[in-house]
């Protein structure tokens, strides 16, 4: 079976500082990858999506940049954090081959910038 | 462009009460529909889907039916309980390129026991 995996949990940092956050897939073959933020009590907006190694596509204009080094392996990162980074962050893969696409999402990382 | 609008929330209802969560999309074609469910503190669940008009998506005790006419997808449940508590997502994804799904609001559902 398939499981997703995100780390941390949690993580505080300060502003300016740098990011690194961190999903892989397991038991499965070119997911579609997809990061997300969740502010507090919103909904869910997509900042990156991928379909393929070295192939990322942003969907908001931001500090953050996303890379996917291996097949299974999605990276957000960011050089400087602003206090508008804190949120929830959401690591998400869907099988491209069905086309149905419903997502699989990770437990989250919360982020909190002080 | 394609869109999902649902109902507001919070919705707070006694245990054993009906549920019904509305939600209506904006799309061309014909989308796959979806209901997520977030529990706190957590990432979000598949709950129930319907890829085609007038497929019925079920999964504990929720139900959600595929209304081309409408362009609807309301989420129900007969007897809510306590541990429903959560946000629901509805959600659509299309087949060809849909590479991305597009999400509604999410609508807080709390129930009091």
């Known amino acids: 079976s398939q499981t997703i995996h995100q780390w941390p949990a949690t993580l505080v940092q300060p502003v300016g500082s740098p990011l690194s956050l961190e999903c892989t897939v397991e038991g499965t073959s070119n997911p579609n990858l997809y990061w997300y933020r969740q502010a507090a009590g919103r909904g869910l907006q997509l900042l990156f999506y991928?379909?393929?190694?070295?192939?990322i596509s942003s969907e908001v204009p931001q500090n953050l940049s996303a890379s996917r080094p291996q097949d299974r392996q999605f990276i957000l990162s960011s050089k400087k954090l602003l206090l508008s980074d804190s949120g929830f962050y959401l690591c998400?893969?869907?099988?491209?081959?069905?086309?149905?696409?419903?997502?699989?999402f990770g437990p989250g990382t919360r982020l909190t910038v002080t | 462009g394609d869109s999902v609008t649902q109902m507001e929330g919070p919705v707070t209802l006694s245990e054993e009460a009906f549920l019904t969560i509305n939600c209506t999309y904006t799309a061309t074609g014909y989308p796959s529909l979806f209901w997520y469910v977030q529990y706190p503190g957590e990432g979000l669940q598949l709950l129930l889907k319907?890829?085609?008009?007038?497929d019925k998506g079920s999964n504990k005790g929720f139900e959600a039916t595929y209304r081309k006419e409408t362009t609807s997808f309301h989420l129900e449940k007969g007897s809510v309980q306590v541990s429903d508590s959560a946000v629901y997502f509805c959600?659509?994804?299309?087949?060809?390129?849909?590479?991305?799904?597009?999400f509604g609001a999410g609508t807080r559902l709390f129930v009091k026991a």
């Open positions: 319907a890829t085609k008009a007038d």
């Open positions: 998400a893969w869907s099988d491209p081959t069905g086309g149905i696409y419903e997502q699989y």
């Open positions: 959600a659509l994804s299309h087949g060809t390129g849909g590479f991305k799904t597009i």
């Open positions: 991928s379909v393929g190694i070295g192939q």
